[in-house]
């Protein structure tokens, strides 16, 4: 008798595609985005990638709104500030996060929002995000 194990069912962390739902890491007012295109790549983004994303989900005071009845409309360009997948470092170490966290810019490639949230990496600063890094809480 074959009895099935946990890593059977063990979730498969794999490049940001079309249709993943991104987490929104600044004070923008949107809350949840869908990525539309990754912007770099074939597969999929990574860390310090630019997509192209539709909200979601939005405050309804910030600068990224959502109208009455409007379910998806608004597109934005943002750049993915922590993923899921694994990402090897120089020094032989290797970094992931729980979750895809997304920042939004607009289209000089400056972030929409004045605070970001939660921890980011230095890979930010190989991909010239340097206005994003500068508004980090912390940097990893």
Same mark, same amino acid.
């Given at each position: 008798?074959?009895?099935?194990?946990?890593?059977?069912?063990?979730?498969?962390?794999?490049?940001?595609?079309?249709?993943?739902?991104?987490?929104?890491?600044?004070?923008?007012?949107?809350?949840?985005?869908?990525?539309?295109?990754?912007? $770099? &790549?074939? !597969?999929?983004? #990574?860390?310090?990638?630019? +997509? *192209? %994303?539709?909200?979601?989900?939005?405050?309804?005071?910030?600068?990224?709104?959502?109208? $009455? &009845?409007? !379910?998806?409309? #608004?597109?934005?360009?943002? +750049? *993915? %500030?922590?993923?899921?997948?694994?990402?090897?470092?120089?020094?032989?170490?290797?970094? $992931?996060?729980?979750?895809?966290?997304?920042?939004?810019?607009?289209?000089?490639?400056?972030?929409?929002?004045?605070?970001?949230?939660?921890?980011?990496?230095?890979?930010?600063?190989?991909?010239?995000?340097?206005?994003?890094?500068?508004?980090?809480?912390?940097?990893?």
């Amino acid at each position: 008798m074959h009895q099935a194990g946990f890593n059977q069912y063990k979730q498969q962390r794999t490049f940001i595609q079309m249709g993943s739902i991104l987490k929104v890491v600044d004070n923008s007012g949107s809350k949840k985005v869908m990525c539309i295109q990754a912007l $770099k &790549g074939r !597969k999929g983004a #990574r860390l310090g990638d630019k +997509v *192209v %994303v539709s909200v979601k989900e939005a405050l309804s005071g910030g600068k990224v709104r959502m109208e $009455k &009845g409007e !379910k998806s409309k #608004r597109v934005y360009y943002g +750049v *993915v %500030v922590r993923a899921a997948m694994q990402r090897g470092r120089c020094d032989g170490s290797e970094i $992931k996060f729980d979750d895809n966290a997304v920042v939004l810019i607009n289209k000089q490639g400056e972030p929409i929002g004045t605070r970001v949230f939660g921890p980011n990496t230095h890979e930010l600063r190989k991909k010239k995000h340097l206005k994003i890094l500068s508004l980090a809480e912390n940097i990893v």
